[in-house]
T-cell receptor, first 112, second 114 residues
Framework: EPEVTQTPSHQVTQMGQEVILRCVPI?????FYWYRQILGQKVEFLVS????????KSEIFDDQFSVERPDGSNFTLKIRSTKLEDSAMYFC??????????FGEGSRLTVL | AQSVTQPDIHITVSEGASLELRCNYS??????LFWYVQSPGQGLQLLLK??????LVQGIKGFEAEFKRSQSSFNLRKPSVHWSDAAEYFC????????????FGGGTRVLVKP
């Protein structure tokens, strides 16, 4: 069964460092998303991406964040200068037609 | 903007007993509705979804949910809980017009007693 894959599964970084989280969505899907879940809290929407551009972003997704689909298969989330409060589990998801979302296993980011 | 409320933060249930998890949403039109399950340290697995049609939806692992428009609810049920059902359950609402951006509830953690 096709699945969304994310790398790395866990990354530890120093505050102020740049981090790139990678996702390989399901191959025929057209909509892509990043969500995050701070430990013990709800899953929060960050950004959606369709037709090679951001279709919607939340207030969390400030100038420190960016997304890219560099090569037609990967979908990346970059955090330019990490803060302590960026520590969270980041989930990538994809959808064929904007209906059901398929989530990856998540990338846990720890900022020290 | 849509919102989702899961009133119960924790529920403890005995193995073999029935389970019902509550979910209420706020949205002006008929949304897409989902239930996801998350085991500790794991990702989000879709249990079931409602887009339209029959308001009683069957999902995986013996779960079902009923959409009640009049109550803005989408409660999840399972007739007989297994120890492996211990996990956190998230209700989510999506809006097709917004590319189905999902808004999640706060989650309900289910503990199963032997």
């Amino acid at each position: 069964e096709p699945e969304v894959t994310q790398t790395p599964s866990h990354q530890v970084t120093q505050m102020g460092q740049e981090v790139i989280l990678r996702c390989v969505p399901i191959s025929n899907h057209l909509y892509f998303y990043w969500y995050r879940q701070i430990l013990g809290q709800k899953v929060e929407f960050l950004v959606s991406f369709y037709n090679n551009e951001i279709s919607e972003k939340s207030e969390i997704f400030d100038d420190q964040f960016s997304v890219e689909r560099p090569d037609g298969s990967n979908f990346t989330l970059k955090i330019r200068s990490t803060k302590l409060e960026d520590s969270a589990m980041y989930f990538c998801a994809s959808s064929e037609s904007g209906g059901e979302l398929f989530f990856g296993e998540g990338s846990r980011l720890t900022v020290l | 903007a849509q919102s989702v409320t899961q009133p119960d933060i924790h529920i403890t249930v005995s193995e073999g007993a029935s389970l019902e998890l509550r979910c209420n949403y706020s949205y002006g039109a008929t949304p897409y509705l989902f239930w996801y399950v998350q085991s500790p340290g794991q990702g989000l697995q879709l249990l079931l979804k409602y887009f339209s049609g029959d308001t009683l939806v069957q999902g995986i692992k013996g779960f079902e949910a009923e959409f009640k428009r009049s109550q803005s609810s989408f409660n999840l049920r399972k007739p007989s809980v297994h120890w492996s059902d211990a996990a956190e359950y998230f209700c989510a609402v999506g809006v097709k017009a917004a590319g189905n951006k999902l808004t999640f509830g706060g989650g309900t953690r289910v503990l199963v007693k032997p």
